[in-house]
């Protein structure tokens, strides 16, 4: 798993040398799910993020098995049973900033922000639009959204005997500081 990691930050590296390059390896995504029986929460504090201001493109990866549960049983089930980890380690997205043009990263402020783009889960893979918000300030790049995700969409089987504890469509929330990318 090490391996895949290293990888992939090799591969991110070598791609974004230019400026105008954001880059954090500490992304935050959590993931909420509300019913009258139970809430579930799951926090990976390890996302990598990508973003090359002079085109809007964003990329973001994650493993899976990053996620913590309150209840250890919960992370367990996650893994093995509905997102199956091992065999579906990853969680990617890949898109654009589509109002890019409104946004100025050369100076601090808070801009509305429009994404869209490819979401793969459990090795579906599914367009995604969004808003949010990214922030500059000296010189790093804030960013905050969230979008509810179906389990079903992305073909995670929930049993029937735990249907009523987890929501039909999770809400993702998505927060990272990113940091210029140095030659």
Not at 41 to 69: C, I, P, Q, R, W
């Amino acid at each position: 798993m090490k391996t895949i990691i290293t990888l992939a930050l090799i591969s991110i590296s070598v791609v974004c040398t230019a400026q105008g390059k954001f880059f954090t390896r500490n992304g935050t995504i959590t993931f909420f799910s509300s019913t009258p029986v139970e809430d579930i929460k799951a926090e990976n504090y390890n996302a990598t993020a990508v973003l090359d201001a002079a085109t809007g493109a964003m990329e973001f990866s994650l493993l899976m098995k990053s996620f913590n549960f309150k209840k250890a049983l919960m992370q367990e089930h996650f893994n093995e049973n509905y997102v199956e980890s091992d065999k579906f380690p990853k969680a990617t997205f890949k898109g654009t900033i589509v109002n890019l043009d409104e946004i100025d990263f050369g100076k601090d402020g808070s801009y509305p922000a429009t994404v869209k783009g490819d979401l793969t889960i459990h090795g579906e893979t599914k367009p995604v639009e969004t808003t949010g918000t990214i922030d500059v300030k000296d010189g790093k790049v804030i960013t905050a959204s969230s979008f509810m995700v179906a389990p079903e969409d992305y073909k995670i089987e929930i049993p029937g005997v735990v249907r009523d504890k987890i929501a039909k469509k999770i809400e993702v929330s998505v927060n990272t500081e990113l940091e210029p990318l140095n030659r």
